[in-house]
């Protein structure tokens, strides 16, 4: 699954190195970015005129806290290939202003201009960045505060529950559609019910990912568990 993704994106930065990228964090594209970092090495992969946004930030988070979205993009890609950070871009997770945080991260993603590719992971509950269950479809850069289901959820990454962020700063849906296209990866049996709803189930704000559907260039890349349902 990971290098089948890893593919599309490097053809991607092949066919043009100057293109958008947009990025997801979480488990499952850990492997993607591993290959990615492995090409990057071997001399097949260049990285320097590449422009990347990220979904979504904690909301209080500095960079260097181990547990921001950022910390992990350095650790897991940023740092490993010749990406110039001045174009690495997350929502500022230390903006106490949640309306001053969206507008200027949206800000940046006009100035960017349209992502080539966007990056996205599943959630158990069909979120896609933090676009909990019942998000409007039309929203751009927003705060909002985690569902409990994706508390426990990411709580496997901090030492305990009550550490875990309650807010976080995220692309809206509205943003994530406008990106030319869509790369979502998914592993694993526990997400396959959720694969079956998003993907061939009704299109519902209770299940975000459902919008997925009405965009015209989507790829899912997922491993034989994922897709056991379908
Ligand atoms: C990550 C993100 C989330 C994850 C989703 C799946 O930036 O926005 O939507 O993609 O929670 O996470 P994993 O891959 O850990 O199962």
């Known amino acids: 699954m990971s290098r089948k993704a890893a593919n599309i994106l490097s053809a991607q930065v092949i066919l043009k190195p100057d293109c958008v990228l947009g990025l997801a964090t979480g488990s499952t594209p850990i492997g993607l970015y591993n290959q990615l970092?492995?090409?990057?090495?071997?001399?097949?992969?260049?990285?320097?005129?590449?422009?990347?946004?990220?979904?979504?930030?904690?909301?209080?988070?500095?960079?260097?806290?181990?547990?921001?979205?950022?910390?992990?993009?350095?650790?897991?890609?940023?740092?490993?290939?010749?990406?110039?950070?001045?174009?690495?871009?997350?929502?500022?997770?230390?903006?106490?202003?949640?309306?001053?945080?969206?507008?200027?991260?949206?800000?940046?993603?006009?100035?960017?201009?349209?992502?080539?590719?966007q990056l996205l992971g599943l959630g158990h509950n069909g979120h896609i960045g933090f676009n909990e269950p019942d998000t409007f479809f039309k929203t751009e850069t927003h705060c909002v505060k985690l569902t409990e289901q994706t508390i426990k959820a990411n709580r496997r990454f901090f030492a305990s529950e009550e550490d875990v962020p309650r807010e976080a700063y995220t692309m809206g849906i509205k943003t994530i559609m406008s990106a030319r296209q869509i790369l979502i990866v998914v592993s694993g049996e526990d997400k396959a019910e959720i694969v079956k709803k998003a993907f061939f189930g009704p299109i519902t704000p209770q299940v975000p990912a459902s919008v997925l559907q009405l965009h015209n260039h989507v790829i899912l890349v997922a491993d034989e568990a994922a897709l056991s349902q379908i």
């Open 37 to 117: 970092a492995a090409w990057y090495r071997k001399g097949d992969l260049d990285f320097s005129k590449v422009t990347t946004v990220n979904l979504d930030e904690y909301k209080g988070l500095t960079q260097e806290d181990p547990q921001s979205y950022y910390y992990f993009m350095d650790e897991n890609l940023f740092q490993k290939v010749n990406i110039d950070k001045n174009r690495t871009f997350l929502p500022d997770g230390t903006e106490p202003d949640s309306e001053k945080a969206c507008r200027q991260y949206n800000d940046i993603l006009a100035s960017v201009g349209q992502v080539d590719i």
